[in-house]
Protein backbone atom coordinates (compact mmCIF):
# COMPACT_ATOMS: atom_id res chain seq x y z
CA UNK A 1 0.00 0.00 0.00
CA UNK A 2 1.54 3.73 -0.99
CA UNK A 3 2.60 5.40 2.21
CA UNK A 4 3.65 8.46 0.58
CA UNK A 5 3.18 11.66 1.43
CA UNK A 6 0.93 12.73 -1.38
CA UNK A 7 -1.40 9.45 -0.99
CA UNK A 8 -2.07 10.13 2.49
CA UNK A 9 -3.05 13.96 1.64
CA UNK A 10 -5.09 12.84 -1.28
CA UNK A 11 -6.36 10.19 1.38
CA UNK A 12 -7.40 12.57 3.53
CA UNK A 13 -9.27 15.51 1.34
CA UNK A 14 -11.07 12.27 -0.37
CA UNK A 15 -12.26 11.19 2.79
CA UNK A 16 -13.35 14.28 3.99
CA UNK A 17 -15.09 15.44 1.03
CA UNK A 18 -17.05 12.13 0.65
CA UNK A 19 -17.48 12.34 4.69
CA UNK A 20 -19.09 15.80 4.24
CA UNK A 21 -17.18 17.26 6.73
CA UNK A 22 -15.84 20.19 4.86
CA UNK A 23 -17.78 22.93 6.42
CA UNK A 24 -16.22 25.72 4.49
CA UNK A 25 -17.42 24.77 0.55
CA UNK A 26 -17.52 28.23 -0.83
CA UNK A 27 -13.71 28.79 0.70
CA UNK A 28 -12.96 25.55 -0.10
CA UNK A 29 -14.57 25.63 -4.38
CA UNK A 30 -13.15 28.85 -4.97
CA UNK A 31 -9.76 27.71 -4.84
CA UNK A 32 -8.58 28.53 -8.54
CA UNK A 33 -11.83 30.16 -9.51
CA UNK A 34 -11.97 33.52 -10.80
CA UNK A 35 -15.01 35.93 -9.60
CA UNK A 36 -15.92 32.83 -6.67
CA UNK A 37 -17.13 34.64 -3.39
CA UNK A 38 -15.57 36.50 -1.38
CA UNK A 39 -15.86 35.73 2.49
CA UNK A 40 -15.70 37.13 5.23
CA UNK A 41 -13.29 35.61 8.81
CA UNK A 42 -12.76 36.44 11.90
CA UNK A 43 -10.34 35.62 14.52
CA UNK A 44 -11.15 36.30 18.54
CA UNK A 45 -7.65 35.94 20.61
CA UNK A 46 -7.20 36.64 24.40
CA UNK A 47 -3.98 39.19 23.39
CA UNK A 48 -1.97 40.35 20.85
CA UNK A 49 0.42 37.15 19.73
CA UNK A 50 -2.55 34.66 20.05
CA UNK A 51 -4.01 34.50 16.65
CA UNK A 52 -0.76 34.81 15.06
CA UNK A 53 0.66 32.01 16.91
CA UNK A 54 -2.21 29.61 16.84
CA UNK A 55 -3.41 30.29 13.47
CA UNK A 56 -1.47 33.14 11.66
CA UNK A 57 -0.90 30.17 8.78
CA UNK A 58 -4.40 29.55 8.02
CA UNK A 59 -4.99 33.48 8.63
CA UNK A 60 -2.81 34.16 5.87
CA UNK A 61 -4.11 31.60 3.00
CA UNK A 62 -7.14 32.69 3.45
CA UNK A 63 -6.32 36.57 3.40
CA UNK A 64 -4.20 35.20 -0.03
CA UNK A 65 -7.34 33.74 -1.31
CA UNK A 66 -8.87 37.04 -1.53
CA UNK A 67 -10.97 36.66 1.75
CA UNK A 68 -11.48 39.45 3.94
CA UNK A 69 -9.77 38.43 7.60
CA UNK A 70 -10.26 40.40 10.91
CA UNK A 71 -8.50 39.69 13.80
CA UNK A 72 -10.23 41.02 16.92
CA UNK A 73 -8.35 40.67 20.02
CA UNK A 74 -9.55 40.64 23.22
CA UNK A 75 -6.82 42.25 25.46
CA UNK A 76 -4.01 44.94 24.30
CA UNK A 77 -1.78 42.69 26.43
CA UNK A 78 -1.60 45.33 29.08
CA UNK A 79 0.03 42.61 31.60
CA UNK A 80 2.35 41.38 29.35
CA UNK A 81 5.77 43.28 29.23
CA UNK A 82 6.76 43.08 33.19
CA UNK A 83 7.80 46.67 34.55
CA UNK A 84 6.14 48.38 32.12
CA UNK A 85 2.64 50.27 32.72
CA UNK A 86 -0.05 48.54 31.45
CA UNK A 87 -0.75 52.03 29.44
CA UNK A 88 2.36 51.50 28.05
CA UNK A 89 2.65 47.79 27.14
CA UNK A 90 -0.70 48.36 25.83
CA UNK A 91 0.87 50.96 23.08
CA UNK A 92 3.98 48.67 22.72
CA UNK A 93 1.44 45.59 21.98
CA UNK A 94 -1.30 47.50 19.97
CA UNK A 95 1.53 48.30 17.41
CA UNK A 96 2.96 45.08 17.26
CA UNK A 97 -0.91 43.82 16.48
CA UNK A 98 -1.00 46.07 13.93
CA UNK A 99 2.33 45.53 12.24
CA UNK A 100 1.73 41.51 12.47
CA UNK A 101 -1.66 42.64 10.60
CA UNK A 102 -0.23 43.84 8.02
CA UNK A 103 1.97 40.98 7.57
CA UNK A 104 -0.92 38.55 7.08
CA UNK A 105 -3.00 40.75 5.28
CA UNK A 106 -5.49 41.37 7.88
CA UNK A 107 -7.37 43.89 10.12
CA UNK A 108 -7.07 44.51 13.62
CA UNK A 109 -10.12 45.64 15.94
CA UNK A 110 -9.37 45.49 19.62
CA UNK A 111 -12.17 45.02 22.16
CA UNK A 112 -10.96 46.76 25.25
CA UNK A 113 -10.69 44.36 27.70
CA UNK A 114 -7.68 44.48 30.35
CA UNK A 115 -5.09 41.54 29.86
CA UNK A 116 -4.79 39.35 32.86
CA UNK A 117 -8.43 40.96 34.26
CA UNK A 118 -10.59 39.56 31.38
CA UNK A 119 -14.42 39.87 32.16
CA UNK A 120 -17.28 37.03 30.83
CA UNK A 121 -20.33 38.91 31.93
CA UNK A 122 -23.62 39.67 30.22
CA UNK A 123 -21.59 43.36 29.15
CA UNK A 124 -18.96 41.57 27.60
CA UNK A 125 -20.55 39.19 25.76
CA UNK A 126 -22.82 42.05 24.28
CA UNK A 127 -19.40 43.74 23.08
CA UNK A 128 -18.05 40.73 21.30
CA UNK A 129 -21.33 39.95 20.00
CA UNK A 130 -21.64 43.03 18.36
CA UNK A 131 -18.02 43.49 17.35
CA UNK A 132 -18.44 39.98 15.42
CA UNK A 133 -21.59 40.54 14.09
CA UNK A 134 -20.62 43.92 12.72
CA UNK A 135 -18.45 41.82 11.08
CA UNK A 136 -21.19 39.54 9.72
CA UNK A 137 -18.56 36.30 9.19
CA UNK A 138 -18.90 33.37 7.65
CA UNK A 139 -16.19 31.66 9.51
CA UNK A 140 -14.63 32.55 13.09
CA UNK A 141 -11.56 30.67 14.75
CA UNK A 142 -10.91 31.06 18.81
CA UNK A 143 -9.13 29.81 21.71
CA UNK A 144 -10.05 26.24 22.79
CA UNK A 145 -11.78 26.49 26.09
CA UNK A 146 -9.84 24.27 28.25
CA UNK A 147 -6.66 26.36 28.30
CA UNK A 148 -4.68 27.12 31.08
CA UNK A 149 -4.45 31.20 30.55
CA UNK A 150 -8.19 32.34 31.79
CA UNK A 151 -8.29 35.08 29.22
CA UNK A 152 -7.77 32.17 26.67
CA UNK A 153 -11.13 30.87 28.32
CA UNK A 154 -12.74 34.08 28.21
CA UNK A 155 -12.26 34.53 24.48
CA UNK A 156 -13.57 31.52 23.98
CA UNK A 157 -16.39 30.97 26.17
CA UNK A 158 -17.31 34.81 25.02
CA UNK A 159 -17.22 33.54 21.55
CA UNK A 160 -19.09 30.38 21.74
CA UNK A 161 -21.72 32.40 23.34
CA UNK A 162 -22.02 34.88 20.64
CA UNK A 163 -22.17 31.44 18.25
CA UNK A 164 -25.10 30.31 20.36
CA UNK A 165 -26.82 33.33 20.29
CA UNK A 166 -25.94 34.30 16.67
CA UNK A 167 -29.31 34.77 14.56
CA UNK A 168 -26.57 34.87 11.34
CA UNK A 169 -24.68 31.45 11.90
CA UNK A 170 -21.33 31.51 11.82
CA UNK A 171 -18.73 28.16 11.16
CA UNK A 172 -16.90 27.92 14.73
CA UNK A 173 -13.47 26.86 15.04
CA UNK A 174 -11.00 26.15 17.47
CA UNK A 175 -7.31 26.60 17.35
CA UNK A 176 -4.80 26.04 19.88
CA UNK A 177 -1.83 27.72 21.42
CA UNK A 178 1.09 26.53 23.20
CA UNK A 179 -0.07 23.12 23.56
CA UNK A 180 0.64 20.87 26.65
CA UNK A 181 1.06 24.34 28.71
CA UNK A 182 -1.60 26.22 27.98
CA UNK A 183 -3.89 24.31 25.77
CA UNK A 184 -5.07 20.87 26.86
CA UNK A 185 -6.50 17.98 25.49
CA UNK A 186 -6.72 19.10 21.94
CA UNK A 187 -7.61 16.35 19.12
CA UNK A 188 -7.50 18.29 15.63
CA UNK A 189 -10.93 17.84 13.83
CA UNK A 190 -9.53 19.49 10.93
CA UNK A 191 -6.36 20.82 9.35
CA UNK A 192 -5.00 23.23 7.30
CA UNK A 193 -1.62 23.06 5.39
CA UNK A 194 0.57 25.97 5.83
CA UNK A 195 3.42 24.97 4.45
CA UNK A 196 3.23 27.74 2.11
CA UNK A 197 2.48 30.38 4.60
CA UNK A 198 4.55 29.06 7.55
CA UNK A 199 7.46 32.05 7.11
CA UNK A 200 4.75 34.58 6.78
CA UNK A 201 3.34 33.38 9.90
CA UNK A 202 6.20 33.40 11.76
CA UNK A 203 7.07 36.88 10.63
CA UNK A 204 4.47 37.98 11.87
CA UNK A 205 4.75 36.13 15.54
CA UNK A 206 8.42 37.83 14.99
CA UNK A 207 6.79 41.40 15.01
CA UNK A 208 5.68 40.74 18.52
CA UNK A 209 9.45 41.53 19.87
CA UNK A 210 8.41 42.85 22.98
CA UNK A 211 6.84 39.10 23.85
CA UNK A 212 10.40 36.97 22.99
CA UNK A 213 9.48 35.54 19.31
CA UNK A 214 11.89 32.64 20.07
CA UNK A 215 10.68 32.12 23.04
CA UNK A 216 7.09 31.92 21.63
CA UNK A 217 7.75 29.09 19.18
CA UNK A 218 10.01 27.20 21.96
CA UNK A 219 6.80 26.65 23.90
CA UNK A 220 6.06 24.14 21.13
CA UNK A 221 4.87 26.10 17.93
CA UNK A 222 7.45 25.02 15.90
CA UNK A 223 6.60 21.41 16.76
CA UNK A 224 3.10 22.09 16.62
CA UNK A 225 3.10 22.84 13.16
CA UNK A 226 5.14 20.31 12.34
CA UNK A 227 2.94 17.20 14.47
CA UNK A 228 0.16 18.57 12.93
CA UNK A 229 1.51 18.64 9.23
CA UNK A 230 2.39 14.43 9.81
CA UNK A 231 -1.23 14.06 10.84
CA UNK A 232 -2.38 15.44 8.10
CA UNK A 233 0.28 14.35 5.28
CA UNK A 234 1.91 17.73 4.25
CA UNK A 235 4.99 19.75 5.76
CA UNK A 236 3.21 21.87 8.43
CA UNK A 237 -0.25 22.60 9.15
CA UNK A 238 -2.18 24.05 11.66
CA UNK A 239 -4.91 22.15 13.52
CA UNK A 240 -8.62 23.14 14.42
CA UNK A 241 -11.77 21.45 16.66
CA UNK A 242 -14.77 22.40 14.54
CA UNK A 243 -17.76 23.25 16.72
CA UNK A 244 -20.49 21.36 15.37
CA UNK A 245 -18.33 18.70 12.88
CA UNK A 246 -17.86 15.02 13.30
CA UNK A 247 -14.77 13.12 12.13
CA UNK A 248 -11.94 14.59 10.28
CA UNK A 249 -11.30 16.83 7.33
CA UNK A 250 -8.50 18.30 5.72
CA UNK A 251 -9.56 22.31 4.93
CA UNK A 252 -7.88 22.12 1.77
CA UNK A 253 -7.11 25.80 0.94
Known sequence: MDQSPNSRRQFVKNTAAGLGLL????????Q?????AKKKIVCVGGHPDDPESGCGGTLARLAAQGHDVT??????????????ANDEAAR????????????????????????????ADNAALKHLHTLIADEK??????????????????????????????SNK??????????GEQTM???PTDYVDISDTQEQKKKAVYCHTSQDPPGIYACGHASMEDFRGREAGVRAAEGFVRMTGKGMGMIAL
Not at 96 to 119: H, S, V
Open 23 to 30: TLPSLLNA
Open 32 to 36: GNIGA
Open 71 to 84: IIYLTTGEAGIPGT
Open 92 to 119: IRKQEAINACKILNTKPIFAGQIDGATI
Open 137 to 166: PDVVFTHWPVDSHKDHQVASLLTMQTWVRS
Open 170 to 179: FTLYFFEVCT
Open 185 to 187: IFM
